[in-house]
Nanobody, 124 residues
Framework: QVQLVESGGGLVQAGGSLRLSCAAS????????MGWFRQAPGKERLFVAAISGSGWHIDYADSVKGRFTVSRDNSKNTVSLQMNSLTPEDTAVYYC?????????????????WGQGTQVTVSS
């Protein structure tokens, strides 16, 4: 079992930055792929970013490339999402996810564990 707890969400003006963090506990962390999804009101849950256990392989949704950076610290069992140049379209609940197989994936059904989510609101 893996427990994921997100933090760092909040309200920010357009053009601003936020840093989300996810603390993982339970099973081996370093071998698991970690990632982030987001869900805006009335919309489906969408892939944002993912990082392999070693940190060597990273993937981003096209909508966040060049603005968001995912990273992890296996010594602390944490994964982070640095979000810059935020726009109102980034407003959503952001979820931290883990995949035990370690293989990156963009489909929501491919991830094994989910955090409770943290709200990010970007005002115009």
């Amino acid at each position: 079992q893996v427990q994921l707890v997100e933090s760092g969400g909040g309200l920010v003006q357009a053009g601003g930055s936020l840093r989300l963090s996810c603390a993982a506990s339970g099973r081996t962390f370093s071998g698991s792929a970690m990632g982030w999804f987001r869900q805006a009101p009335g919309k489906e849950r969408l892939f944002v970013a993912a990082i392999s256990g070693s940190g060597w392989h990273i993937d981003y949704a096209d909508s966040v490339k060049g603005r968001f950076t995912v990273s992890r610290d296996n010594s602390k069992n944490t994964v982070s999402l640095q979000m810059n140049s935020l726009t109102p379209e980034d407003t959503a609940v952001y979820y931290c996810v883990a995949r035990i197989s370690g293989i990156l994936a963009t489909h929501v059904n491919m991830w094994d564990y989910w955090g409770q989510g943290t709200q990010v609101t970007v005002s115009s």
